[in-house]
């Protein structure tokens, strides 16, 4: 059983910037892609960005594109999402999940465990 637990979430105005860190149990991590996903109240789940085992590729939504940056230590089991330039619309529950091997990494359905979630709110 993996557990997945964030950390990083706050309350930040527009233009700020978080990190969220998500460090995963197990001595697996370095052998799964993982992702981070976000929820607003009202809206279904959706994709931010995600990493391949090694770190070597990255994807990102066309909505964060140019201000967060997806990253991993796997000598430490954590994964990070480092958010500049933050605006309203990135208010959500952000959640960090570790992928299925063969599934889109872009899609919840490409994921099988995931995080309780960290909240992120950003004051206009």
């Known amino acids: 059983q993996v557990q997945l637990v964030e950390s990083g979430g706050g309350l930040v105005q527009a233009g700020g910037s978080l990190t969220l860190s998500c460090t995963a149990s197990?001595?697996?991590?370095?052998?799964?892609?993982m992702g981070w996903f976000r929820q607003a109240p009202g809206e279904e789940r959706e994709f931010v960005a995600s990493?391949?085992?090694?770190?070597?590729?990255?994807f990102y939504a066309d909505s964060v594109k140019g201000r967060f940056t997806i990253s991993r230590d796997n000598a430490k089991n954590t994964m990070f999402l480092q958010m500049n330039t933050l605006k309203p619309e990135d208010t959500a529950v952000y959640y960090c999940?570790?992928?299925?091997?063969?599934?889109?990494?872009?899609?919840?359905?490409?994921?099988?465990?995931w995080g309780q979630g960290t909240q992120v709110t950003v004051s206009s």
């Open positions: 999940a570790r992928s299925r091997p063969g599934y889109s990494l872009t899609s919840t359905t490409g994921y099988d465990y």
């Open positions: 197990g001595r697996t991590f370095s052998i799964y892609a």
């Open positions: 990493i391949t085992r090694g770190g070597g590729s990255t």
